[in-house]
């Protein structure tokens, strides 16, 4: 099977801009994670989708939204970029929302 | 809130030697315990993962234990090989949530 995909594997944006960042899940997982991996903080939880429905969410700010198509496939939205919002965005597959698989990130950088 | 601590942050061992890594959670609902291994400018990849109906999981030289009363959990690599070299990430979640955090990660060096 096709591992996790992300596109675009790199970005860079400038302060106050918008971003989209899309995940294609192995094929027949159902569920998506987002991640932020920061030198700092590491990977902090996003938030998870399945079946097209959030099922939880981390504490990050109404900026950071997502949704998930019926495809499986899902998208992650940051609004009004800050210079913090520099990091690693990973996202995770599973079949029912444990075992974990990770694409290989987006690497944003906001300027 | 929910938090995992790990530690050490950094170690470093001879190549052969065993390296062990610990984690503590706060949340006791917790129920699924991964590790992840991610080399440097990759993904992470799951290695081993344990649930709490269970103490203790071997897979060839890696093994997890989990002491639930506690809120302690593990990582024991043997013979540990300079391949091993990498940042290892514990996690702790449950799957009635399907929330998991991490661990602030482990830089293993294996010494050739």
């Known amino acids: 099977k096709a591992g996790v995909t992300q596109t675009p594997r790199y970005l860079i944006k400038t302060r106050g801009q918008q971003v989209t960042l899309s995940c294609s899940p192995i094929s027949g997982h159902r569920s998506v994670s987002w991640y932020q991996q920061t030198p700092g903080q590491g990977l902090q939880f996003l938030f998870e989708y399945f079946s097209e429905t959030q099922r939880n969410k981390g504490n990050f700010p109404g900026r950071f939204s997502g949704r998930q198509f019926s495809n499986s496939r899902s998208e992650m939205n940051v609004s009004t970029l800050e210079l913090g919002d520099s990091a690693l965005y990973l996202c995770?597959?599973?079949?029912?929302?444990?075992?974990?698989?990770f694409g290989p990130g987006t690497r944003l950088t906001v300027t | 809130g929910e938090n995992v601590e790990q530690h050490p942050s950094t170690l470093s061992v001879q190549e052969g030697d065993s390296a062990v890594i610990k984690c503590t959670y706060s949340?006791?609902?917790?129920?699924?315990f991964p590790w992840y291994k991610q080399e440097l400018g990759k993904r992470p990849q799951l290695i081993i993962d344990?649930?709490?109906?269970?103490g203790e999981k071997k897979d060839q030289r890696i093994a997890v234990t989990l002491n639930k009363t506690a809120k302690h959990f593990s990582l024991h690599i043997t013979e540990t090989q300079p391949e091993d070299s990498a940042v290892y990430f514990c996690a702790a979640g449950s799957s009635g949530t399907y929330k998991y955090i991490f661990g602030t990660g482990t830089r293993l060096k294996v010494l050739a």
């Open positions: 949340d006791s609902a917790s129920n699924y």
């Open positions: 995770a597959s599973s079949f029912q929302g444990s075992e974990q698989y």
């Open positions: 344990i649930r709490s109906n269970v």
